[in-house]
């Protein structure tokens, strides 16, 4: 597959093509489990924060696929964590969905609100105790102001949550 999207790039397709419904091929790679096709795909010019027709970003589907690796490489590259889709559901919302605690403590140590709501009422920490993950709702409700320790690790509440790249891509 990258293959595949290293020739379509390079032949000159469009990496900021979309669907009808708005998704940017962005997106689909969000839900790729490979990090380097998005990589080559924002190489190329793809927008971290262009949204779909409900507003969600390529961040929100990795949030909520629960692809780390995918959802560290388009915060670095610029995608907003606080941003919200038309429901009012931020990427933290759809990774405490996605039941992925490593994914919720990713965006979590970034610049993301923890008691954001949504357009229900229901923060990040909420829809975790919804969706039966005690585990996701005690790290949430214990969030703090960001701080960032002299290793280069964010605190997150009692969390140290190491941001530095795993894998290079």
């Given at each position: 597959m990258k293959e595949i999207v290293r020739q379509l790039v390079a032949a000159g397709s469009n990496p900021r093509a979309r669907s009808k419904s708005g998704e940017s091929v962005l997106h689909l790679a969000a839900l790729n489990i490979d990090p380097a096709i998005a990589a080559l795909l924002l190489d190329a010019g793809a927008?971290?924060?262009a949204r779909n027709d409900d507003g969600e970003s390529a961040l929100h589907w990795a949030?909520?696929?629960?692809?780390?690796l995918v959802g560290r490489l388009l915060m670095e590259r610029g995608a907003d964590p606080n941003l919200a889709d038309l429901r009012g559901n931020r990427p933290l919302?759809?990774?405490?969905?996605?039941?992925n605690i490593e994914?919720?403590?990713?965006?979590a140590a970034s610049s993301a609100d923890p008691k954001a709501k949504n357009r229900d009422g229901l923060s990040a920490e909420e829809i975790a105790l919804d969706r039966s993950r005690p585990d996701i709702a005690a790290l949430l409700s214990k969030a703090k102001p960001q701080t960032v320790?002299?290793?280069g690790a964010v605190n997150f509440g009692t969390v140290d949550v190491d941001l530095q790249p795993k894998e290079r891509f």
């Open positions: 927008d971290p924060k949030a909520l696929s629960g692809h780390v919302h759809a990774a405490a969905d996605s039941g994914m919720v403590k990713l965006v320790t002299p290793s």
